[in-house]
């Protein structure tokens, strides 16, 4: 698979051997040892995707995400030793794909970076262009933050709007309650029924039929998705 990985990582040992076997994946690599050497390659050299350790030396991997979706799209998997429901509630909510526990099978790790790439060009495309989401009749712009009905713009509040951003930018994948409350309040605790709350709103504006939602549907046991457009612009 081919495919740029920026491994943010400040045990040489240890990111020495994800390259290795990446790079026996015919992926190209590059590491860095802090987080502030990653965000000075992003670039010159933009990755497909980011393996991002916690705790780095000066800025840290919560610090480095906040900075890097600022303006980069590319999934991020967090490899840390650090496994407290906070810290990957947090790093769900800000931004990262996946997180996996240190110590991990390489193999293993390699194969979520090659599912993690796969679903990202799915998603790719869904998209007619770097700031805008399409599914059904809808358009989301996410560099001006507005959604479009057939060119005519919809109504939506900031938390609304957050909130559709937020799933409409992680298509096909289940997120939790828990993750959608950390990156829409910005906190990783809070009653978390403002989310289905929020849900439901969105279901009402957008969907044909609320009770049978085409677009935001509920995985059991897990929380909400966001239903991965088909080329013909229905959910698969």
């Known amino acids: 698979m081919k495919a740029r990985v920026l491994i943010v990582e400040d045990v040489a040992e240890l990111s020495d051997l994800v390259a290795l076997y990446l790079s026996k994946e015919g992926m190209e690599t ?83 970076v090659r599912a993690l790439l796969r679903r990202a060009q799915e998603g790719t495309a869904s998209r007619d262009s770097p700031g805008t989401v399409r599914f059904g009749p809808y358009a989301l712009d996410t560099e001006a933050c507005v959604l479009k009905k057939d060119g005519q713009r919809v109504p939506l509040s900031a938390k609304e709007y957050a909130v559709l951003a937020f799933l409409a930018g992680n298509p096909g994948r289940p997120l939790s309650p828990q993750s959608i409350y950390a990156a829409v309040w910005k906190n990783a605790y809070g009653d978390l029924t403002a989310v289905a709350v929020y849900i439901q709103r969105l279901r009402k504006k957008l969907e044909e039929d609320p009770s049978n939602p085409r677009f935001l549907e509920t995985v059991h046991g897990m929380g909400y998705r966001f239903a991965l457009p088909s080329p013909s612009g229905d959910p698969a």
């Open 30 to 112: 590059r590491q860095a040892d802090t987080a502030e050497a990653a965000l000075a390659q992003v670039p010159e050299w933009p990755p497909d995707l980011v393996i991002l350790d916690l705790n780095l030396p000066g800025m840290d991997g919560f610090e480095f995400l906040h900075e890097f979706r600022k303006t980069g799209r590319c999934p991020v998997l967090i490899v840390s030793a650090r496994d407290a429901d906070e810290d990957i509630i947090a790093g769900l909510g800000y931004g990262a794909d996946e997180f996996v526990t240190k110590p991990f099978s390489p193999r293993v790790l390699t194969a979520r």
